[in-house]
Structure formats: structure tokens, C-alpha cells
């Protein structure tokens, strides 16, 4: 088994590595659509009038 500093530069190396590719990699950045917060109801009324309705068949 390798000593654990040797296994944290293989792993440093290897991440950095993978870092110079991937800068390599042509990106494209698409403008996506900020979701607004949903509105508030008009009225607090319209909450009041819902209700339940349960049909015994």
C-alpha cells in the first residue's frame, strides 16, 4: 500500500489535470428564465369561500 502523501499528490495532480481539460472545453452558457415568486392571492376572501365537498354514493 502507498503512503498516504503520495496518494494526496496523485490525487492533486489528477484534479489538476482534469482541470486544464476541461478549460479546454468549449461552454455555452444559456439565458434561463429567473422563476418569480408566486403572486399572493387578490383577496383573502377567495381562500374563505373553498371548501370540501364529500358525495356519499
Same mark, same amino acid.
Given at each position: 500500500?502507498?503512503?498516504p502523501f503520495i496518494i494526496e499528490q496523485?490525487?492533486?495532480r489528477?484534479?489538476?489535470q482534469?482541470?486544464?481539460s476541461d478549460a479546454k472545453q468549449p461552454r455555452l452558457?444559456?439565458?434561463?428564465e429567473i422563476p418569480q415568486p408566486a403572486?399572493?392571492?387578490e383577496s383573502a376572501? $377567495? $381562500?374563505r369561500q373553498r371548501g370540501v365537498v364529500v358525495v356519499d354514493l
Open positions: 500500500m502507498l503512503p496523485i490525487r492533486r489528477e484534479e489538476a482534469r482541470r486544464k452558457e444559456l439565458p434561463l403572486s399572493e392571492p376572501e $377567495d $381562500d
